[in-house]
């Protein structure tokens, strides 16, 4: 069947060149329509349930909102995991799916159940609603507003009504989150003596106001033939119309006015977030989130273009200033890739011009590197795949061109041998090797199989590449039975009389050193051992991270106070840790943000913050190479800068996945599970003690859950009672006091704002003063709030957080200078030292619980898969000696990676493990070139000896062909140093150090063990025709990668 493909093909050579002009029409479709990042989206599919209740502590929030919304939760089908936190006013539940479950499908499930989530909650407590649908890669863009002259609340009203409400009408921008500023309202001041005066309350002024600002309809009337609409339009225009509404009416008919009881003017909300810049003050702070699977660089680019409309209508002054573009790193890396792809590329077809000696024939086998790539643009596009480092950054054009090399080389070599033409040749190894370049590439796609059975995170950064290099090996398979054959039929012309000159030479050196091996397996066994020993007990005592750290560009600098602290403390504090980093000569900005926005996606106190150092490009770098280097520099400056804080290095994206995946931001966590609050904080001080003693240990961190003062007011029923008071009276007054009621909105043109009602402008800076607060009562009295209730000022918990319905608190930690695995693994062996009360238990989170995942996967698949290659080789070759003897090859190219990985002091990750699997593909592959050929020698009658000296010699060629293409095109990604080069460096490293020791096992010691134990018996050799009558082997001709072809026993028949 493949042979009269190839025939087909080469006869009808104009339809081939019609398909291949259409398959690079919409080769270059799909790659413009591909979704483009820098990095694989590795979020699990998860919904955040976000409430917010201003003026409940983080004890209340759990109890009164976060549980009973988790409980409500609970049972949904697909759920894996769900953890919450809880701080002052705000809980935020996140709830994990199963992998593969469709995310709309999981917001659909989670809606269904928010109404019952509502009920079970009480109407102060806020409204359960879901996060907006974005992932970790979801914050892309990043812009600070200003407006010189301006307050900060006109500069905030500017982003939220004519800025970013336009922004959020963008196609793929799900949300528009701001930082900093001042948010608009309008506000009744009530002044306590007018309302005394009047023998009214403040819940008078607020049934006023909620019963005037509404609107109504009536209905219609019919004039003639016209119908008109009656309508009643009460929603506030103006603070005039709100301080003219009337609260009640005096004997007489005078009116008290809202006015008469109350000032009535322009406010801001209850602040909870701030931001700044480069240490020079405040400013407004935005961030634009995509929607989730939406493609970056596209968004990005619409959200540029729509900033320059909307700055056109702007008032004058107001500065649109960008300082985070995720299109720019998406640029930087694709560049990388870009570059090591065609780097990659070239150095391939030199390769193989310099093994092949003929420049058509190089010609025709690298066109099908782009084809082969343009196919596989296709296939990724129509099946959801995105292109970014990983799923275009791993693949090696050597393996990719396999099946071409083999057709133009054993074409070349007919051509030579039987002086026939290009076309004739290009039918003839069709024929002939049809069917084994099929096997070869089968084989190869088997060992790619371990990839997409992985899980988690490991399985969402991996499996894009996996499907990439599977999408390219099929489209080249097909090319190389097609357009390789009609191609090379239409350029190839020269008949080459000798091997070329490099062949020659390795020829001399390779020929005599096989015979002085071939008989001395007493030497090569040891040998082969040792290099397996050596390389492999290395690897064992390497150490292990996840995956490397991708090089961002920037820095985050996490900061967490004392729960205590106030946001302008928190604010100045921040403002000169911006002043001391703009000290180092490569930072450019310093932007901070403190506390939650709007949306708290992030829930964060306003104890902590996040500040973004910007760098200069890297060209201009001193101070360090890489963030570990800077975190190293920058932690003395930060530390004297903030003195008594906790500080984390991390980068923008690294920070939000840590987050989103585990709910840890460093790179190791150490979750302490128990009930009460004051025990975790004991113990978590105790296992921070003890990883603070660990080398390695930087950035150490306890979960602020204790610290945060609060003044609470405990109405008293009895007291209340004796003077007449009610309990809503009193909450009512004390919700007043700062945060406000809000009783309605105002609108000015399309821009809305709340109404709220406030207490007066007082000072309030201690108990005393509050207690001292008159409360207008109905009865017409008044009374101090100390006489209505127990006021007492407390610490308690800041933050509760909760993971499987259990509570819990996070100790985190960075790791630098060292490896993971062994970091951790120490930690525990202290940890275990740790006297746990009945009850409580730890769980390690982070990079760690993914590496340890994906090792677990991995040692059950990778097994496995290398078991079915076997059984693939047993039932091809018809006996299980030789296909024994090509197992050697997998722990000699092992050896290799590991002893590669080593010189570069490169720990092992599970980009190193991919390497591994790509490497044993092409060392499985060479191990069955050589062994089919002795094989093929056998079967035309030659002495096994003869058989295996000459099948060795004619196969040095295409083994070192297939390992230089494959370790070579691999040579720009392991010496690249651009943006995400670090990512592909093991993968690369492990690839070319293995495939050294696989290839002198190949070709010195394989014909050493086959000699002496690879030989079947005929009864024992599944697919061995009986050998035809001895007869002189023919003048050998030119060497070939595959000539002569596969054997004829690749398979029971023959």
Same mark, same amino acid.
């Given at each position: 069947m493949i042979g009269k493909l190839v025939e087909a093909s080469v006869q009808g050579r104009l339809l081939v060149i019609l398909a291949m002009l259409a398959l690079v029409a919409l080769g270059v479709r799909s790659y413009i329509a591909l979704p483009i990042d820098a990095t694989p989206d590795i979020t699990n599919v998860q919904v955040q349930v976000l409430t917010t209740a201003p003026g409940l502590s983080p004890v209340e929030?759990?109890?009164?909102?976060?549980?009973? %919304?988790?409980?409500?939760?609970?049972?949904?089908?697909?759920?894996?995991?769900?953890?919450?936190?809880?701080?002052?006013?705000?809980?935020?539940?996140?709830?994990?799916?199963?992998?593969?479950?469709?995310?709309?499908?999981?917001?659909?499930?989670?809606?269904?159940?928010?109404?019952?989530?509502?009920?079970?909650?009480?109407?102060?407590?806020?409204?359960?609603?879901?996060?907006?649908?974005?992932?970790?890669?979801?914050?892309?863009?990043?812009?600070?507003?200003?407006?010189?002259?301006?307050?900060?609340?006109?500069?905030?009203?500017?982003?939220?009504?004519?800025?970013?409400?336009?922004?959020?009408?963008?196609?793929?921008?799900?949300?528009?989150?701001?930082?900093?500023?001042?948010?608009?309202?309008?506000?009744?001041?009530?002044?306590?003596?007018?309302?005394?005066?009047?023998?009214?309350?403040?819940?008078?002024?607020?049934?006023?106001?909620?019963?005037?600002?509404?609107?109504?309809?009536?209905? &219609?009337?019919?004039?003639?033939?016209?119908?008109?609409?009656?309508?009643?339009?009460?929603?506030?225009?103006?603070?005039?119309?709100?301080?003219?509404?009337?609260?009640?009416?005096?004997?007489?008919?005078?009116?008290?006015?809202?006015?008469?009881? &109350?000032?009535?003017?322009?406010?801001?909300?209850?602040?909870?977030?701030? &931001?700044?810049?480069?240490?020079?003050?405040?400013?407004?702070?935005?961030?634009?989130?995509?929607?989730?699977?939406?493609?970056?660089?596209?968004?990005?680019?619409?959200?540029?273009?729509?900033?320059?409309?909307?700055?056109?209508?702007?008032?004058?002054?107001?500065?649109? %200033?960008?300082?985070?573009?995720?299109?720019?790193?998406?640029?930087?890396?694709?560049?990388?890739?870009?570059?090591?792809?065609?780097?990659?590329?070239?150095?391939?077809?030199? %390769?193989?011009?310099?093994? !092949?000696?003929?420049?058509?024939?190089?010609?025709?086998?690298?066109?099908?590197?782009?084809?082969?790539?343009?196919?596989?643009? &296709?296939?990724?596009?129509?099946?959801?795949?995105?292109?970014?480092?990983?799923?275009?950054?791993?693949?090696?054009?050597?393996?990719?061109?396999?099946?071409?090399?083999?057709?133009?080389?054993?074409?070349?070599?007919?051509?030579?041998?039987?002086?026939?033409?290009?076309?004739?040749?290009?039918?003839?190894?069709?024929?002939e090797a049809g069917r084994p370049i099929a096997m070869g590439v089968f084989i190869i796609a088997i060992v790619y199989a371990p990839i997409l059975l992985l899980e988690g995170v490991e399985g969402r950064m991996f499996r894009p590449m996996a499907w990439t290099v599977l999408f390219a090996l099929g489209t080249a398979l097909i090319l190389t039975f097609t357009w390789v054959p009609a191609f090379g039929s239409l350029l190839i012309r020269k008949i080459h009389e000798h091997d070329p000159w490099i062949i020659r030479q390795i020829r001399k050196v390779y020929d005599p050193l096989l015979m002085r091996v071939l008989h001395r397996p007493v030497v090569v066994v040891p040998a082969v051992l040792l290099i397996a020993g050596v390389g492999i007990g290395v690897g064992s005592q390497m150490g292990a991270e996840f995956v490397p750290r991708l090089e961002e560009g920037d820095l985050v600098v996490q900061v967490t106070r004392p729960p205590s602290v106030s946001l302008t403390e928190s604010t100045h504090g921040t403002m000169a840790l911006e002043s001391a980093l703009l000290k180092f000569p490569e930072v450019e900005h310093v932007i901070a943000r403190v506390g939650s926005p709007d949306v708290a996606t992030d829930v964060m106190g306003v104890e902590m913050a996040d500040v973004f150092v910007l760098l200069k490009p890297r060209a201009e770098w001193k101070t360090a190479r890489d963030a570990n280097g800077f975190a190293d520099a920058m932690t003395e400056t930060a530390n004297k800068a903030l003195p008594g804080s906790a500080l984390a290095f991390t980068q923008p994206i690294e920070m939000r996945m840590n987050e989103l995946i585990g709910g840890v931001k460093s790179d190791m966590g150490v979750k302490i599970y128990g009930d009460d609050i004051p025990t975790l904080n004991r113990l978590a001080a105790e296992v921070s003690r003890l990883i603070s003693n660990v080398q390695g240990a930087a950035d150490i961190r306890v979960e602020p859950t204790k610290g945060l003062l609060l003044l609470t007011v405990r109405p008293d029923p009895k007291r209340m009672a004796r003077l007449g008071a009610r309990t809503d009276e009193v909450v009512a007054f004390v919700e007043m006091m700062r945060a406000g009621r809000e009783v309605g909105s105002f609108l000015e043109g399309q821009k809305r704002f709340n109404v709220v009602v406030r207490l007066a402008k007082t000072p309030l800076t201690d108990p005393e003063v509050v207690r001292r607060l008159l409360v207008p009562l109905s009865n017409g009295t008044s009374a101090p709030l100390g006489d209505l209730a127990d006021i007492e000022q407390m610490e308690g918990p800041a933050q509760v957080s909760r993971e499987q319905a259990r509570r819990r608190i996070l100790v985190e930690a960075n790791v630098r200078n060292r490896d993971l695995s062994s970091f951790v693994q120490e930690v525990q062996s202290k940890i275990d030292q740790v006297k746990m009360p009945t009850g409580y238990y730890t769980e390690f989170g982070g990079q760690y619980e993914n590496l340890a995942r994906a090792t677990q996967r991995l040692m059950i698949v990778v097994p496995t898969t290398l078991a079915v290659i076997l059984v693939l080789l047993y039932l091809a070759f018809g006996a299980m000696r030789p296909a024994a003897l090509i197992f050697i090859n997998i722990p000699a190219a092992a050896s290799g990676g590991f002893l590669a990985l080593y010189f570069r002091d490169l720990p092992f990750s599970i980009s190193a493990a991919v390497g591994f699997i790509a490497l044993f593909g092409v060392a499985t592959l060479n191990g069955v070139v050589l062994i089919a050929s002795i094989r093929n020698h056998e079967k035309a009658g030659e002495p096994t000896e003869q058989a295996v000296s000459e099948a060795s010699k004619t196969r040095v060629r295409p083994?070192?062909?297939?390992?230089?293409?494959?370790?070579?095109?691999?040579?720009?990604?392991?010496?690249?140093?651009?943006?995400?080069?670090?990512?592909?460096?093991?993968?690369?490293?492990?690839?070319?150090?293995?495939?050294?020791?696989?290839?002198?096992?190949?070709?010195?010691?394989?014909?050493?063990?086959?000699?002496?134990?690879?030989?079947?018996?005929?009864?024992?050799?599944?697919?061995?025709?009986?050998?035809?009558?001895?007869?002189?082997?023919?003048?050998?001709?030119?060497?070939? !990668?595959?000539?002569?072809?596969?054997p004829a026993d690749l398979g029971p028949t023959s």
């Open positions: 929030m759990e109890m009164m909102v976060t549980y009973p %919304v988790e409980l409500v939760l609970t049972g949904m089908p697909g759920v894996q995991r769900m953890r919450s936190i809880s701080r002052a006013g705000i809980s935020a539940i996140t709830i994990i799916f199963d992998d593969g479950f469709d995310l709309q499908l999981a917001r659909s499930i989670v809606s269904q159940r928010l109404p019952m989530a509502r009920e079970r909650i009480p109407a102060s407590a806020g409204s359960p609603q879901m996060g907006p649908l974005t992932t970790g890669l979801g914050e892309v863009y990043h812009f600070m507003v200003n407006w010189p002259g301006h307050t900060p609340r006109d500069v905030r009203t500017v982003l939220d009504w004519d800025i970013a409400y336009r922004l959020r009408s963008v196609p793929g921008v799900v949300e528009v989150n701001a930082w900093g500023g001042e948010t608009r309202q309008a506000e009744i001041r009530i002044k306590t003596d007018a309302l005394l005066s009047y023998g009214l309350t403040h819940m008078d002024v607020e049934r006023a106001i909620q019963a005037a600002g509404q609107n109504a309809g009536a209905g &219609a009337i019919e004039r003639g033939d016209e119908q008109i609409f009656i309508r009643v339009e009460g929603v506030f225009r103006s603070l005039d119309q709100i301080a003219n509404q009337v609260v009640t009416t005096r004997p007489g008919g005078v009116p008290i006015l809202v006015k008469d009881v &109350a000032d009535v003017e322009n406010g801001s909300a209850l602040r909870l977030a701030s &931001a700044s810049a480069d240490g020079k003050g405040e400013v407004v702070y935005a961030m634009v989130q995509m929607i989730a699977a939406g493609n970056a660089h596209e968004i990005v680019a619409r959200v540029k273009d729509r900033l320059t409309d909307i700055k056109k209508a702007l008032p004058q002054g107001v500065e649109i %200033v960008p300082f985070y573009d995720r299109a720019q790193l998406v640029d930087e890396v694709l560049h990388t890739v870009k570059k090591n792809l065609i780097e990659g590329g070239i150095v391939v077809a030199v %390769v193989l011009f310099i093994m !092949l000696g003929d420049f058509t024939a190089g010609i025709v086998v690298a066109s099908a590197i782009p084809l082969a790539m343009l196919g596989a643009f &296709a296939l990724m596009a129509n099946t959801g795949q995105t292109g970014n480092l990983m799923s275009l950054g791993a693949i090696d054009f050597g393996l990719v061109v396999d099946g071409a090399v083999v057709m133009v080389e054993g074409a070349l070599a007919a051509m030579t041998a039987n002086r026939i033409s290009a076309r004739r040749g290009m039918v003839q190894i069709g024929n083994v070192l062909t297939t390992a230089a293409v494959a370790a070579l095109g691999f040579l720009p990604m392991a010496i690249a140093t651009g943006t995400g080069a670090e990512v592909q460096r093991p993968l690369a490293t492990v690839v070319m150090g293995g495939l050294v020791t696989a290839t002198l096992v190949t070709l010195l010691a394989l014909p050493t063990l086959y000699l002496r134990w690879g030989a079947d018996k005929p009864d024992h050799d599944l697919s061995m025709r009986p050998p035809p009558p001895h007869q002189p082997p023919p003048p050998p001709a030119p060497t070939s !990668l595959r000539q002569p072809p596969l």
